[in-house]
């Protein structure tokens, strides 16, 4: 057996100390290069520069934020008042400052001081100072196009109380807006004094925003120091379209944020976490359905597949497009069927004259002829303002009639019958079945609970090309469908190129297996190279933290934790922090962080109901019904609020007190399942089988997929002997997912 060597013997310390020297010195300038790179005054950029800076003059991206003055305030100011549904606003001028009276937090009229403009066009908000380093964008903005004030939330009767008013913390710019409006923004959040010492580089976005910090790059401009990549830290030139993509992504997603603050070298799940194609968010197709920018609907496209990257189509300083009307898909889509820009994979494209109406359809120069009024429908956000969807999908009128999604054609054709539009849709293109297409189906499938549910998401996931965004969207899924074969996908996907899908990955395994199980599958992403999956990992150990972990667990686990201190500005991280607290054992803090959540937030009920619990499961039942009831004061119509007052007086022994408040929220948020599941439980254990059964049937009904409340119908219903129900339940499930583990003893 070789002798094991000493690394405490003298000669071999001092070799590797020589070889630790060594290897500094030769890494020092790559070292010095990264920890040196400083922001700089912008206005240097502008002697080499000269043709960027004048296109990026006068651009959204410089105006985007703005101090308040004479110059870039666009609203009139000249004592307007504008009437809303339950609050007037006047908007004025003193002392050669504009400002606007309003009503305030408090639910009192008071005189505000607006410190910056935001946006140009088509839209300007404000930002009123409200004290202590507090910005909040004003609810009321100025169209810039019909010169008017108009409500960004109209029919909605905004008052003080609703998180949508300009005072709540919903619409605390610091954490919402500046960081897109600004380069080198930082919240700078003092917990402490709950104010704000948010800091920026400059007001807009600048250079360094995109480029990342300036100061080694004045070095090799001026001293010509050799330097790589110009002496920035990353090049936007050449390679993939990833490294731009997700640079631009870091403003033009539908995100949240991990830091206060962002790396220009990182990956965007660095520092952020996209939103998936959700409910909520997307349609059924991918189409845009809330305000989501532009990152989740491009990268679906076959155009980011193929290579498109942002500033193809864009002109990355000025924001404009690279030509007028059809001009920029002409890049590609032409006669000639090639492309000339440099990165993107032509294959595929086919030689037509798309302008012609004998593609089109319609008359040219008239709506219908542009490239964009088919496969790029779009939508109004915050009143005025249009944004096009950027996932260039085809118009498929047949399906969106049969699924509810957004169609160019029908869209347009509104006055037409739905019917008569598909069919001379396909009399002029025939029928075609495209992936998107085939996505959309498979979804319906899985959210509708329908017969095939599970094998059509398992397809799904075996496509190579899938796109990554749909990938994770359609794991987030997988739970409803527990198999062998959605364990071995899940699993498969740990090790995704993308990010965001072996984040997926990790949150689905974490539902399909006990804590116990989930080690040896997910211990490796402890030191997986992007944050948002590392953090995703720890979260989903967390159950088995006493298994042996080891330092990785607990570095990762820091980093979640972190991620949140960053955000305590935000009732959500403080009850964020609560959470891992009590789960990793730090009891004595549990408390502090409920507690400041409802300082940040009185409104945030969920931090009030995990108060509530907490206090309650401590022997406090008295501070957490007045808790309880101090919220349900100020918003009666809560559900959430209702639901935990419900559970209160179950555990306080209080059945049909209880009944009454679960049956309360249950009709407050008839949407919500899990406020009927819940009431079906209580119902059920107070002898009232019949009506148990009968709610829960009611929220199957609503969630078909929803296993959880089927397996609790299928049990109430064998226990009350009705066998030929029970058994038509189990048949339903075998065609929605025959693999189901509760179908092998069956």
């Not at 740990?494 to 899908?501: E, G, I, R, T």
Request: hydrophobic share 40%; charged share 20%; glycine share 8%.
């Amino acid at each position: 057996m070789p002798k094991k060597p000493d690394l405490a013997s003298p000669p071999r310390r001092w070799f590797l100390l020589l070889c630790s020297v060594l290897a500094s010195l030769l890494l020092a300038p790559a070292a010095r290069l990264h920890a040196a790179a400083q922001l700089v005054d912008e206005r240097q950029c502008q002697g080499c520069h000269a043709g960027q800076v004048e296109h990026w003059t006068g651009s959204h991206h410089q105006l985007a934020m703005q101090a308040a003055n004479d110059a870039s305030v666009l609203g009139d100011f000249n004592d307007i008042t504008v009437r809303g549904e339950r609050e007037t606003t006047r908007f004025f001028k003193r002392d050669g400052g504009f400002w606007v009276n309003t009503t305030g937090r408090d639910g009192k009229p008071g005189d505000f001081p607006v410190a910056y403009a935001f946006g140009v066009e088509p839209l300007q908000q404000y930002l009123i100072d409200t004290g202590a380093g507090h910005l909040q964008a004003l609810g009321v903005a100025w169209d810039t196009r019909q010169r008017k004030w108009f409500h960004l939330y109209p029919g909605q009767g905004v008052d003080f109380k609703n998180p949508l008013h300009w005072s709540s913390p919903q619409q605390n710019a610091n954490f919402m807006c500046m960081e897109c409006h600004t380069t080198g923004f930082k919240r700078n959040f003092n917990a402490a004094d709950k104010g704000f010492a948010s800091q920026w580089q400059s007001l807009g976005v600048g250079c360094q925003a995109c480029h990342g910090p300036a100061s080694e790059h004045l070095q090799w401009a001026t001293k010509n120091t050799p330097l790589e990549h110009a002496g920035f830290q990353q090049s936007l030139r050449g390679g993939d379209n990833l490294k731009e993509v997700e640079t631009c992504a870091r403003c033009h997603a539908r995100r949240s944020p991990l830091d206060d603050g962002f790396n220009v070298t990182h990956r965007l799940m660095d520092d952020f976490l996209p939103s998936r194609l959700t409910r909520e968010l997307y349609a059924l197709d991918g189409k845009i359905q809330d305000e989501v920018f532009e990152y989740g609907s491009f990268t679906q496209s076959k155009m980011f597949a193929k290579g498109v990257r942002c500033s193809n189509c864009h002109e990355p300083h000025s924001t404009r497009l690279r030509a007028p009307g059809n001009g920029v898909c002409l890049q590609c889509h032409n006669p000639a069927g090639s492309t000339g820009i440099a990165g993107v994979d032509g294959s595929g494209l086919k030689a037509r004259d798309y302008q012609a109406p004998e593609h089109h359809k319609h008359v040219t120069g008239q709506p219908g002829s542009q490239c964009v009024d088919c496969h790029m429908p779009g939508k109004f956000y915050m009143v005025n303002d249009w944004r096009h969807d950027h996932g260039f999908s085809i118009p498929a009128p047949t399906q969106a009639l049969r699924l509810g999604t957004p169609d160019a054609c029908l869209g347009c054709h509104q006055a037409t019958p739905g019917q008569k539009v598909a069919e001379q849709f396909r009399l002029w293109y025939g029928e075609h079945d495209t992936a998107t297409q085939r996505y959309a189906r498979s979804l319906d499938a899985l959210r509708s609970g329908k017969p095939g549910a599970a094998m059509a998401l398992f397809e799904q996931l075996q496509q190579a090309d899938l796109p990554a965004i749909r990938r994770a969207t359609l794991l987030a899924e997988l739970p409803n469908y527990p198999s062998q074969p959605a364990l071995d996908l899940a699993s498969h996907d740990l090790h995704n190129d993308a990010p965001q899908v072996r984040v997926a990955a990790v949150e689905a395994l974490a539902a399909l297996l006990p804590a116990e199980q989930r080690v040896r599958r997910l211990a490796p992403l402890l030191d997986d190279p992007v944050r948002a999956v590392r953090i995703a990992a720890a979260y989903a150990l967390l159950p088995a933290r006493n298994s042996g972990l080891g330092p990785a667990f607990d570095k990762a686990l820091g980093e979640y934790e972190q991620a949140q201190l960053s955000q305590q500005d935000r009732a959500e991280a403080n009850v964020n922090l609560a959470l891992l607290y009590r789960a990793s054992g730090r009891l004595d803090q549990v408390e502090a962080f409920l507690r400041a959540a409802l300082l940040r937030d009185a409104d945030f009920d969920p931090a009030r109901v995990a108060l509530t619990q907490w206090l309650d499961a401590r022997g406090q039942p008295d501070q957490a019904r007045h808790l309880l009831d101090e919220g349900l004061a100020r918003h009666p119509e809560s559900a959430l609020l209702e639901h935990a007052r419900g559970l209160a007086l179950v555990r306080s022994g209080q059945r049909e007190e209880a009944l009454k408040a679960l049956r309360k929220a249950a009709q407050l948020a008839p949407e919500n399942v899990g406020f009927a599941y819940v009431l079906a439980v209580a119902l059920h254990d107070q002898g009232q089988a019949d009506a148990a059964m009968q709610q829960l049937w009611k929220s199957l009904g609503q969630q078909p997929y929803n296993r959880e409340i089927r397996l609790a119908l299928l049990r109430y219903l064998q226990q009350a002997g009705e066998r030929d129900k029970a058994n038509g339940l189990i048949e339903t499930l075998r065609a929605i997912n025959p693999q189901d583990p509760l179908l092998r003893s069956r």
